[in-house]
């Protein structure tokens, strides 16, 4: 290519000026480069070539999204990478939002706007700024190793070793950087769940078993892991409800868990549990035989007030109620609330507190939180969509977890994803932490790749 | 003997409380009439032009919950408590002290049913009165539990016939005791609601509006709001 002999002319002057001098030099070929698009050399340009004849050879004509998404994980890694970014339909989404953005931009400094499209213009570009920041930072590093990759070809076929270490080095700290840039890159176009900062409520429920208090002591013992979780994250916890079973078992039990981006990390969590054992503790345990258990776990996401509107004419609380005038002439510390919803049937109880009206306030905020979930689910429901990950959608009956205690080993169903040392596991610490970061990039990678389906129709 | 009474404290609100016999045990229907105040300071606080502190009397102060709740909620309020009983006195000023805000409080002993001008010079004017008076009907006393009559204070449930002794001496001081517009809010029986308002227009003189009826949790006729609509008598 030219670009080599442009750059042996000047080497004298590269070696003092390293990348900036070379960048002014080679402008015009890094505007051709930029031009290609795919800012790539005549190498990889096959490579992605090769990739995507691949992928297109394995792919099924028009398949659902979940297909596609199977394929493409079990083939590749289950996480953001170049190969994502080079998917034709990626770039092609990443093109789409960049131009959109540029359109927007330059609409808005336009003054010929009413008030509202100004209005949804400016909150567009808010929208997208992030992405066309990020994105302009990777294509600039992109040119940047391009201008190294030419200084290093150089100094080889001018054998100069001084300039080519010096070079190499920079070729490293560059590619570092783009791989960072990329996963950012592509995490700014992943919408994030409006929910994702939230506080949350989990409630655990033990399933129901033909014998032997299995569920409950597994309910227990997940119940602590996510306690323990909470403190490991720093996270407030407050039991709102916990009912104990017989025997040291937990038939169900709430609790509150409030910090930063709860939910982001807890909506994986719900689903069913389930848990296979020979149980050493409990009613179980007098028959040495392998159990399985089930339990179930919720999680909801905690409402803002003015989301959920409760009008008081919809509600039937049930405390302890006197017979005759009540008031002064009673005394009870029966403190429990239990409240119905009537439009939705929801009831809700609480007797945690010993003040009847914080029960009162618990019950509440339970409920609000329960009406909510309802709403999500409703909306959900109607986005037709395969996505493995999607939250809420799974059907009571399937497990998303297995806890098998005596081959050590949990598995998640959803991303088949395995891992040992199960008492590390339920202590709610690193090895929760890793499962739920695997969970959380495989969603991304899911929602990102239905958003660039979506989009090309 | 009631279990407040045995572990010697309850929570009211977000309150934990000390309790000693034979010193009233809060009730659960007057943890809403604190709400109601609060709900009346809430609307009423951002018309106000001046962010003068709000003075209020409470009558029948018993373990403090109410005041204390009220104090606790509100660091502007300054609150007068009046009670006839030095035990109940005692164990309001502990409490207080628990929570840091005696320097807030005033502790009266006096009995409302026979010193009601002491209560007018110990108080002054004041925005609001609260109070759960002893409301039970004299001829519904024997009919309690035995458990109330045994170990808590009569005269803290003893209305007199009629339950409406004390409710009416209420009344009185807060034409003489309130400012203009000044609210006075009750705990009472189900029944009283309709007599208060047959007694205030039997009256005349009075200066007093009666604004409204709240329901309690249960459904019953449990608080009173009045209001002085005269000027300064």
Partial sequence: ?457 | MPVQYVIEEWDFRELTLKMRPPVFIPRPETEELVGLVMEELRTRGPAQDSPASLRFLEVGCGSGAVSLSLLHHCPQCHAVAVDRSSEALDLTRENAERLGVLERLQIVQLDVLLDADSVLCQCGSVDFIVSNPPYVFAEDLPLLEPEILWYEDQRSLDGGEGGMDVIKQILCIGTRALKKNGKIFLEVDPRHPLMIQEWLRSQSDHGLEYRETHRDFTGRSRFCVLQKTAPEC
Avoid at chain 1, 303 to 326: C, H, M, N, Y
Avoid at chain 1, 405 to 412: K, P
Wanted: overall charge positive; hydrophobic content about 35%; proline content about 2%.
């Fill in chain 1, 1 to 457: 290519m030219g670009t080599f002999k442009t750059v042996g002319e000047n080497k004298q002057a590269k070696m003092k000026n390293c990348i900036c001098f070379i960048g002014s030099q080679l402008s015009k070929q890094r505007f051709l480069l930029a031009m290609a698009g795919a800012a790539h050399g005549s190498r990889q340009c096959a490579l992605t070539h090769r990739y995507y004849q691949q992928w297109n050879w394995r792919r099924t004509p028009r398949g659902p999204a979940g297909l596609y998404t199977q394929q493409l994980t079990r083939r590749h890694c289950q996480h953001f990478s170049k190969e994502l970014l080079q998917q034709e339909s990626v770039q092609r989404y990443l093109e789409k939002m960049i131009e959109e953005y540029r359109q927007v931009t330059q609409r808005l400094n336009n003054t010929a706007l009413t008030e509202s499209e100004r209005r949804t213009m400016s909150r567009r570009q808010i929208e997208l700024s992030p992405m066309a920041t990020v994105f302009q930072q990777s294509q600039r590093a992109v040119k940047d190793l391009k201008d190294v990759q030419a200084i290093i070809e150089s100094a080889e076929a001018g054998e100069d070793t001084q300039m080519l270490e010096l070079a190499k080095e920079e070729q490293k700290g560059i590619r570092k950087l783009i791989e960072a840039l990329q996963i950012k890159l592509l995490q700014s176009l992943v919408p994030s769940d409006k929910h994702d900062a939230s506080d949350v409520i989990v409630e655990v429920a033990a399933g129901r078993t033909t014998g032997g208090d299995i569920c409950q002591q597994f309910t227990r013992e997940i119940f602590e892991m996510y306690q323990n979780f909470a403190s490991y994250k720093q996270w407030a916890f407050e039991v709102l409800n916990y009912t104990p079973a017989e025997y040291g078992g937990l038939h169900h039990a709430a609790a509150r868990i409030a910090g930063e981006s709860v939910y982001r990390h807890f909506k994986y969590e719900g689903g069913m549990h389930r848990v296979q054992r020979i149980p050493e503790v409990g009613l179980s345990s007098r028959m040495q035989r392998i159990h399985t258990g089930t339990m179930m776990v919720i999680v909801l996401p905690q409402p803002d007030e003015v989301d959920v509107i409760i009008e008081p004419k919809d509600l039937r609380i049930d405390t302890f109620r006197s017979k005759g005038a009540g008031g002064q002439s009673v005394n009870t510390t029966d403190s429990a609330v239990r409240l119905v919803h009537i439009p939705t049937g929801i009831t809700v109880e609480c007797q945690q507190e010993r003040s009847q009206l914080q029960n009162r306030e618990t019950a509440m905020r339970m409920l609000r939180a329960r009406i909510y979930q309802q709403l999500i689910e409703k909306e959900t429901e109607q986005r037709q969509s395969a996505r493995k990950l999607q939250v809420g959608t799974r059907s009571q009956s399937e497990r998303i977890r297995t806890y098998n205690f005596t081959q050590d080993r949990v598995t998640d169903h959803r991303i088949s994803y395995v891992t040992r040392d199960i008492k590390e596991f339920l202590s709610g610490g690193e090895l929760l932490e890793e499962l739920i970061s695997e969970l959380l990039k495989s969603a991304e990678t899911e929602a990102l790749l239905e958003l660039v389906e979506n989009s090309r129709d």
